[in-house]
Structure formats: C-alpha cells, structure tokens
C-alpha cells in the first residue's frame, strides 16, 4: 500500500504497529471525536471500522449515519461488509445490512463489498480448541473461506475503479463443512485428535448448514483454507 503512489492516512482508536509509514490520526466512530480531522482532503475512503460484539447498532448504524453525513466530498466510499448478511439471523449481520441501506440511499459514491468468512477467522473461532483431544464442533455448517490477504488487496485495487454504486461480492475458492476443515487441520498437523460433529437449534444453525454465507459464483480467491494452514 505503500508504494500505490498515493498519500495514505490511517485513522482509528489506538494506534497500529505500522502507523510509522503512514499519516495517523486519532478518530473515534461513536463519539464523532477527531473525525473532521480524519477525512480532510481524503477522496476515497475503505471504511473497515466495525464492533461485532460490543455497541454493535450504536457503531454500525447509528453513528455510521452520521459520519455519511460527513462525506459530501467523497469521490469513492469502500464499504465491506459480508456475504449472506441479509438471508442470516445474526444481530451483528443486521445492523451491516442497515448500514448497507443506509449507503445506498445516500449520494456518496461507494461500492459496498462482501466477503465469506476469512480462513483465520473459522480457524481462531472454532477451531483453535480441543477438549480431550476432540474437536467439538456444528460439523455441517458451510464456510466459502477467504484469505484475508487477498481481500485486502482487492479492496486495494478498487480505489482506481470508479464507483459501482452497488453490491459486489468476494469469496474463496471452495465450499467446505466444518468438519471437513477440521480433517484437513488434523491431517496438516500430523494432529491426534478426533471430530465429534454435533447438530445446534436455532435459525442461525440451519442457515449456515443450507450455506446462506455462501456463493460459489464469486469465487475470487485463489488461497485455499488447507493452502492457508499448510503457509502458517
């Protein structure tokens, strides 16, 4: 990113590692402070600023409004959300999908991306545990995981597109359940442990079972989740 030729400005809540090769600035989403700051003569922004589990609708909608309001001067707004989001009972992905309508009815020019779940993501979330040596684990459920390298760089690659004032869509190269995820950590790890697949209540159990979070249409990503572990 830095070599794009652009002057890039970071802006978030504490500071990044690699803030040192870059301009950054202090902002804050929900209070509004040092955002004024944030977007001065900034033409594009990718707006990754996200609370899935705390002050969720505060962050996602309701302050997101606001800082709509903010960008009159914007040539291009980069927004990613997630695939599925819509067809999905998750109260995290409902306030995405407000903050999706709410961008689409704004005269910001924008591209709303969405992405399948990131191959580090399924892994650190369901997958890092074990109890007696046994992964626990929803098998049936489907992920389409991505790399999140390779998403970053297409968003990165968007910022010389003209704005597709739509949705498009990101996703990685195959359709997997959990528990086969989980055969495929065990075999790369030389692991012992078992797989004990379990069926959960609930709409949002069915809904990833019936691949809701999944397209295989959009299967942009090259990076598979067994290539994924075989590189960490």
Not at 1 to 9: A, E, N, T, V
Not at 136 to 143: A, D, Q, R, S
Not at 217 to 223: H, N, P, V, Y
Request: proline share 5%; no cysteine; glycine share 4%.
């Amino acid at each position: 990113m830095k070599d794009s030729g652009y002057d890039i400005k970071l802006t978030s809540r504490r500071k990044p590692d690699n803030a040192e090769e870059f301009k950054w600035v202090y902002s804050d989403l929900l209070s509004g402070e040092g955002l004024e700051e944030a977007i001065k003569d900034v033409e594009v922004i990718i707006h990754t600023a996200t609370s899935p589990m705390k002050n969720t609708k505060d962050i996602e909608v309701l302050a997101f409004e606001k800082f709509l309001k903010k960008l009159d001067h914007m040539k291009h707004f980069i927004y990613p959300s997630i695939v599925g989001i819509e067809n999905i009972p998750f109260s995290y992905y409902k306030h995405k999908y407000e903050a999706e309508e709410l961008l689409k009815m704004s005269n910001i020019p924008h591209t709303i991306v969405r992405a399948t779940q990131f191959h580090s993501f399924v892994e650190n979330l369901l997958l890092s545990k074990t109890f007696f040596k046994r992964y626990l684990i929803p098998g049936e459920i489907k992920f389409q995981s991505v790399d999140v390298d390779e998403f970053a760089h297409y968003l990165i690659h968007l910022i010389d597109k003209m704005p597709e004032k739509k949705t498009i869509e990101f996703g990685g190269p195959e359709i997997l359940t959990l528990k086969r995820m989980a055969e495929q950590k065990i075999k790369i790890n030389n692991e012992s442990n078992k797989v004990i697949s379990f069926p959960l209540p609930g709409k949002l159990y069915a809904a990833l079972v019936e691949g809701k979070n999944t397209n295989p249409k959009i299967a942009r990503g090259e990076i598979t989740f067994e290539q994924y572990l075989k590189n960490k």
